[in-house]
C-alpha cells in the first residue's frame, strides 16, 4: 500500500477517480486536501503481481475553473507481491551407520535476505556449514544423521524466516530422507546343550534385529563340526541351519556370524554373533585286566579292574560277561 498524491498546477474541476488508471494494483480513498490543488488516494498493489506499478491521470478528464482540459500524468513503483519460495533438496536418497552425511540444496526463487542456519530445522540429525554458492539464489549445508536413530529425518526452512530483496516474507519449504543408523545384530544359538558320538547333530538359529540383507553361510564360521543348510524361515528376521559335529572331535565347537558381513535394508552393516556347544564325539573305551595271572583250586579268586578312557557313566555288573567264574 502506498499514498498517491496529484499536485495539479490549478485547482481542478470535476476530477474524480474515474479519471485514474491504475496498474499493478487498485486506488481508492481519493481525498481533497486543505491545499484545492492537492489530492491523495491510496494505491494498493494486486497479491501476486511483480513488475512496474503506475497510476496516470487520464489527459482531459479534468478542466481548470475556466474550462481548460487539463494534461495527463503518471507516477511508477517497481512491485513485487510475489512471496519468494524455496525448495529443499536432501540429496543422499537414504542415510545408515555407513553413510550418515548428505548435502543439503536450498534454491530459492529469489535471492534470499538473511536466511541463516537459525531459519531451518533438522530431524533425525544436524545441519551445519550453511554456504551461498555462485548462484544467488542457491545455498548448500552438511546433514549428519544422529547415531542410533531410526526413521524420517528431515530439513525444512520455516516460513517468514527470510525475504526477498523486495521485503516479501518467504514462505517454508522441506525434504526428508529415511534414516536408519542403528547397526543391526544377531544372536545365535546350537539348540543343544551339547553333542556326543550318539548325537552330533544340532539345529542353529539365527535371530536378526532387522531382515538380514546378503546373508548367506560364507559369512558364518563352524568350530567342531560343520554347517549346512541354511535357511530362512516365516519370519524374515530368523534362518536355522544344521551343525554336524565333527568325528573324534573333543571340546568346545561354535558357530559365530562374522561382523559386517550382512546388512540391513537400509544398508548398515550388521554386528557379529556366536554360540558355543561342548563336544565329544570321541568313543569312551575300556581295558579290562583279572591281576592274577593263573586261577586253580587253591587260588581261584582274583581282582578284576576296568580302566576306562573317561570316567563311565551308568557302568554296573550287567554289563560285563564272565567265562569260566563269576563277577561280583
Known sequence: VSTVTFT?????????????????????GLTPTADPKVFTATFTATDGFTGPGSVAVTAGSYTDAAGNPGTSGSDTVPIDTVAPNVVVDIVDPSLNSTDTVSTVTFTFSDAPVGFTLADTTA?????????????????????????????????????????????????????????DTVAPSVIVDIVDPSLNSIDKVSTVTFTFSDAPVG??????????????????????????????????????????????????????PGGGGSDTVPIDT?????????????????????????????????FTLADTTAVGGTLS
Open 282 to 314: 570321541v568313543a569312551p573305551s575300556v581295558v579290562v585286566d583279572i591281576v592274577d595271572t593263573t586261577l586253580n583250586s587253591t587260588d581261584k579268586v582274583s581282582t578284576v579292574t576296568f580302566t576306562f578312557s573317561d570316567a563311565p557313566v551308568g
Open 8 to 28: 495539479f498546477s490549478d485547482a481542478p474541476v470535476g476530477f474524480t477517480l474515474a479519471d485514474t488508471t491504475a496498474v499493478g494494483g487498485t486506488l481508492s
Open 215 to 268: 546373508f548367506t553361510l560364507a559369512d558364518t564360521t563352524a568350530v567342531g563340526g560343520t554347517l549346512s543348510g541354511l535357511t530362512p524361515t516365516a519370519d524374515p528376521k530368523v534362518f536355522t541351519a544344521t551343525f554336524t559335529a565333527t568325528d573324534g572331535f573333543t571340546g568346545t565347537g561354535s558357530v559365530s556370524v562374522a561382523n559386517a558381513s550382512y546388512t540391513n535394508a537400509a544398508g548398515s
Open 123 to 179: 530431524v533425525g540429525g544436524t545441519l551445519s556449514g550453511l554456504t551461498p554458492t555462485a548462484d544467488p539464489k542457491v545455498f548448500t549445508a552438511t546433514f549428519t544423521a544422529t547415531d542410533g536413530f531410526t526413521g524420517p529425518g528431515s530439513v525444512a526452512v520455516t516460513a517468514g524466516s527470510y525475504t526477498d530483496a523486495a521485503g516479501n516474507p518467504g514462505t517454508s519449504g522441506s525434504d526428508t530422507v529415511p534414516i
